[in-house]
């Protein structure tokens, strides 16, 4: 565990400057975009951070990429093609993994739920996943990885509690950083809590007067019930929710750096999120999931207009991914 002001954290600053030229090679530097009207909707100045335009779909083919390269680079006595790794997911680190495998040449075994979204599935298998299906609770994502881990002797990348994983999904700063002239706050959505932790970290260094906020939907609500209590607080049971990406509970290697770093969790209804992902898809013309929407939802909820504007006048929202089923929208 690494130390940072007396605490003890799975990551360091130090780990994500790291990532960066490991990733640069693979990742897109997605763009920063603005809207005028969100502009008005929110009351301050909006960027935009277009993960949804990232390779894979979403922001995981930042983590997946270093962990990937890390099973490479500590593996030096066997190729590329001899490896393999295994990792459980409702899509988009599913796809992320995959993909990551791909260019570098290993083999990527895919634990996904069953009723995981048949657009994702297919991504999987186009970027050469395995997937091997499995129940949808935590346990049964959990198990079945750990089944072929043995069976095979894949290395495990965790989505979101893989420090490797969570420093690559932090480099996403440093881009922020170059694209926005001054960040007040940043607005995370969180689902296991791996991209928010990083960007928790890597703000502290890089820009330590903007405070992050965590954006995640009402009815899969732990880190907020976490932050509440003070103590992490898992899901008691798999959470109804349109927000796919986000049905996972924070863990024990990103509530540390949540706790202590993040400034508040807003939490936002289904019907927030639909309507703030319809506003996005009409009035910027961008494709985004469910998952991103929980931030534009966030930033346009009471909740966070009731901060001080003059010290949140410029906010950045991460638009984590844009895989839609364009069969089963929202509003259809």
Same mark, same amino acid.
């Given at each position: 565990m690494m130390a940072s002001a007396g605490k003890s954290y799975c990551i360091s600053f130090q780990h994500i400057r790291a990532a960066l030229p490991t990733i640069t090679p693979f990742v897109t530097k997605t763009p920063v975009m603005t809207s005028s009207?969100?502009?008005?909707?929110?009351?301050?100045?909006? $960027? $935009? +951070? #277009?993960e949804n335009l990232q390779k894979t779909g979403s922001f995981k083919f930042r983590g997946a990429c270093n962990a990937v390269s890390k099973v490479v680079a500590s593996n030096q006595n066997q190729t590329a093609n001899e490896l393999s790794v295994v990792t459980h997911s409702s899509g988009n680190h599913a796809q992320a993994v995959s993909l990551a495998a791909k260019v570098q040449g290993v083999t990527a075994h895919i634990v996904m739920p069953t009723n995981?979204?048949?657009?994702? *599935?297919?991504?999987?298998?186009?970027?050469?996943?395995?997937?091997?299906? #499995?129940?949808?609770?935590?346990?049964?994502?959990? &198990?079945?990885?750990?089944?072929?881990? +043995? *069976?095979?002797?894949?290395?495990?990348?965790?989505?979101? %509690?893989?420090?490797?994983?969570?420093?690559?999904?932090?480099?996403m700063? $440093?881009?922020?950083?170059? %694209?926005?002239? +001054?960040?007040?706050a940043i607005v995370v959505p969180v689902g296991?809590?791996?991209?928010?932790?990083?960007?928790?970290?890597?703000?502290?260094?890089?820009?330590?007067?903007a405070k992050v906020y965590a954006a995640e939907p009402k009815n899969a609500d732990d880190c907020?019930?976490?932050?509440?209590?003070?103590?992490?607080?898992?899901?008691?049971?798999? !959470?109804?929710?349109? #927000?796919?990406?986000?049905?996972?509970?924070?863990?024990p290697n990103t509530w540390p750096i949540i706790r202590d770093h993040v400034e508040d969790v807003i939490?936002?209804?289904?019907? %927030?999120?639909?309507?703030?992902?319809?506003?996005?898809?009409?009035?910027?013309?961008?494709?985004?999931?469910?998952?991103?929407?929980?931030?534009?939802?966030?930033?346009?909820? &009471? *909740?966070?207009?009731?901060? !001080?504007?003059?010290?949140? %006048?410029?906010?950045?929202?991460?638009? #984590?991914?844009?895989?839609?089923?364009?069969?089963?929208l929202p509003w259809m």
């Open positions: 009207h969100l502009n008005q909707l929110a009351n301050r100045n909006l $960027f $935009f +951070k #277009c995981s979204p048949a657009v994702k *599935k297919e991504a999987v298998r186009s970027y050469g996943g395995q997937i091997v299906e #499995c129940e949808p609770t935590e346990q049964s994502r959990v &198990d079945t990885a750990d089944q072929v881990a +043995k *069976k095979t002797g894949a290395t495990m990348v965790h989505p979101n %509690q893989s420090p490797d994983v969570i420093a690559g999904q932090a480099t700063v $440093f881009e922020i950083l170059d %694209q926005v002239e +001054k960040v007040d296991g809590g791996g991209m928010l932790a990083g960007i928790s970290i890597a703000a502290k260094e890089l820009c330590p007067h907020a019930v976490s932050f509440t209590r003070k103590e992490l607080t898992p899901l008691p049971a798999p !959470p109804i929710t349109i #927000c796919d990406a986000l049905k996972t509970s924070i863990g939490t936002v209804t289904e019907e %927030q999120i639909k309507a703030a992902m319809r506003l996005v898809w009409e009035r910027m013309k961008l494709i985004i999931e469910p998952s991103s929407a929980v931030g534009v939802a966030a930033v346009l909820s &009471d *909740k966070f207009q009731s901060l !001080p504007a003059a010290s949140h %006048q410029n906010v950045v929202v991460i638009l #984590c991914g844009g895989n839609v089923d364009l069969d089963n």
